[in-house]
């Protein structure tokens, strides 16, 4: 939430934080705002509303030209998105400008002190005080690194702030509490930036910055020290993707480069984690054999898409290893003093590595003892680095607010660790788990054959462009595909959409039934469970009697569902825990179309920004 850009050397600074900037707007689009340091001044210049409004802005009113300076893309928290709220804030002498992504929780008090000390203040943000923190501690100290680490002392919550002052024209100052700061190492230049996408252009070389940590840009190198100055270990680490992989490639959107790209995304995160005899090596995941085999719990902590990936993940778990797996939204787990002790293995599923609520529900787990896997798509990130071990997915980057690619892959890598701790602790044999490997191998070919035959859904969404509500039904592993399908389509399309257990129908949602209500429905393979197939079919009756209009996506061949679809979608047939990574691919495609006929903003949509770095 909120992207940060900070950059020094030798370009053009306001060229390469609008470009940063461009990259980092998946983060936040409310406002955006630079400074630059030129002729012993700062310079800004902010807008309310997306970067295209602040570029406008400065062709009309251009800045003077330097190469320092800073960037922001901001996600609203305190105040509105208006120009004065728009980052970056500056001192009431003109000479500090910060940016901040967070929250600073006793911004209160500290604005009160500031402004009894007679600071005027002009917006209604938390970041403002920081900017005249700092420039108070630089008027006694003279030096930016050093004032920004007393200024830091004193916030409480999350920062990670980006500050330039005039005094100090080739110095750009970074801090990091909980929200991700990374530094971009180029020759004779230096980037700060929210996420590597926003420098990716101009580098691969980057410098993870820890928790509680002040870095010093200069143009001749890199400072890193904790809050108390002591210097501290800098590891350089190579990105490994380019410029490309986090641009359109040709589709209008992110999110429709990124559905396509989920075969691959697919394949990549099985890549090298099956040996040549076709059993599991997840070398990465480095807890101790005896500690997962002595686990008799596993909790799965995540949130939105992330959180149906977990949901999905338990059915695997279970079935396959027989320990009892709960699955907790984040933002509720530390709330209701859950249960945990050394023997819990706590799975968090992150694509950002930087969601908070889920942070602090890994934080809470091994305050009290559990151990913790992160299953992430982001090198780096905060959460594997808080985590005992990591199993990385290989979506690469997903820019799309919306979460598909990356949601394919935690599902791969969920079955991956079910299988892993069935083949540790002897509760699958060694040709079962072969046979479900082979199967997840060839998944990546099934998703392909999906996309493939999508045209009847987007046609169909589009059908659908007027309709108020889309209802989702499914059964096992049906019932979270279908909480997704709603979810992407709520986010995507702003309809109403809800997903529900089938067999919930009964108890209650199916006074929503009216006549040509769209309901998707998510069939389970005939092969599977046959009784849990026979049950949905005679719930697809049960909302076909009623009025309903159904669309039914059931697997190849599976013919008994023919009758009661008004719409059939085929999937192709695979095993019943693996079907969610073929039955989720057209309920994304049927959201991402739905919200381009109604116009709607796929890859921002409205008040929502990706990685969410406040609880
Ligand atoms: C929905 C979506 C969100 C994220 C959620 C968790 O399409 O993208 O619901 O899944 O905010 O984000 P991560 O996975 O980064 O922790």
Not at 376 to 401: F, Q
Request: include cysteine; hydrophobic fraction near 45%.
């Amino acid at each position: 939430m909120c992207g940060i850009v900070g950059y020094v050397g030798g370009q053009s600074a306001l060229d390469v934080v609008i470009a940063g900037l461009k990259r980092l707007e998946y983060r936040g689009y409310d406002s955006a705002g630079v400074a630059v340091l030129a002729d012993g001044q700062v310079a800004s210049a902010k807008k309310a509303g997306k970067l295209v409004n602040l570029e406008k802005a400065l062709v009309e009113r251009p800045l003077p030209s330097g190469t320092t300076g800073i960037g922001h893309t901001r996600w609203a928290t305190h105040g509105g998105p208006t120009d004065i709220n728009a980052h970056p804030h500056i001192d009431n002498a003109g000479r500090v400008a910060v940016v901040h992504n967070g929250i600073i929780e006793n911004f209160a008090a500290l604005r009160t002190e500031l402004t009894d000390r007679g600071h005027d203040m002009s917006s209604e943000t938390d970041t403002e005080v920081v900017a005249h923190l700092l420039a108070e501690a630089f008027s006694s100290r003279g030096d930016l690194a050093e004032s920004m680490r007393q200024v830091c002392g004193r916030l409480e919550g999350a920062f990670t702030l980006v500050a330039v002052h005039a005094d100090e024209p080739d110095v750009v100052v970074g801090a990091r509490r909980n929200s991700p700061l990374v530094v971009g190492v180029g020759d004779g230049e230096f980037f700060l930036a929210s996420d590597v996408a926003a420098f990716i252009a101009h580098t691969r070389s980057a410098i993870e910055l820890g928790q509680d940590q002040v870095v010093e840009l200069r143009r001749d190198g890199v400072r890193v020290t904790d809050f108390d100055g002591a210097d501290a270990d800098v590891r350089e680490y190579h990105i490994d993707w380019d410029a490309s992989a986090a641009e359109k490639g040709g589709y209008d959107y992110f999110m429709l480069k990124e559905i396509a790209e989920q075969p691959k995304a697919v394949a990549d995160t099985l890549l090298g984690r099956i040996n040549a005899e076709g059993s599991l090596t997840l070398d990465e995941v480095r807890i101790p054999p005896r500690v997962l085999r002595a686990a008799d719990k596993v909790v799965i902590v995540a949130c939105g898409t992330a959180f149906h990936a977990g949901l999905i993940a338990k059915y695997a778990i279970e079935h396959w290893t027989r320990i009892p797996c709960e699955v907790e939204l984040a933002s509720e787990f530390r709330y209701r003093d859950p249960i945990l002790n050394t023997r819990t293995l706590v799975i968090a599923i992150s694509q950002s590595g930087e969601t908070m609520d889920t942070l602090m529900a890994l934080r809470h787990a091994r305050d009290q003892g559990a151990t913790v896997l992160a299953i992430c798509n982001t090198n780096g990130s905060t959460i594997p680095r808080e985590s005992d071990a990591v199993l990385y997915t290989h979506a690469g980057p997903e820019v799309a607010v919306a979460s598909t690619k990356a949601f394919l892959t935690q599902l791969v890598a969920c079955y991956l660790v079910a299988l892993y701790l069935g083949q540790l602790r002897g509760t699958k044999y060694g040709d079962e788990i072969r046979a479900v490997i082979r199967e997840l191998s060839r998944i990546s070919h099934e998703v392909e054959r999906v996309l493939e035959t999508m045209e009847p859904v987007r046609e169909l969404a589009r059908s659908l462009a007027d309709k108020r509500t889309v209802l989702f039904l499914g059964r096992h592993v049906g019932h979270p595909v279908a909480l997704e399908g709603a979810l992407k389509l709520k986010e995507l399309a702003y309809m109403h959409a809800e997903g529900f257990a089938a067999g919930e129908l009964k108890h209650g949602p199916i006074a929503l039934i009216e006549e040509d209500l769209p309901v998707v429905v998510v069939v389970p393979s005939p092969r599977g469970r046959s009784v849990l197939h026979d049950k949905i079919v005679s719930n697809i009756q049960e909302i076909r009697a009623r009025g309903a209009r159904t669309i039914v996506i059931a697997e190849e061949g599976d013919d008994a569902v023919v009758p009661y679809a008004d719409h059939l979608i085929r999937i192709p047939v695979t095993p019943t825990l693996l079907q969610p990574l073929v039955s989720t691919v057209p309920l994304q495609v049927f959201a991402c179309e739905l919200a381009t006929a109604r116009g709607n903003e796929v890859d921002q949509p409205r008040n929502l920004a990706k990685s969410v770095t406040v609880e």
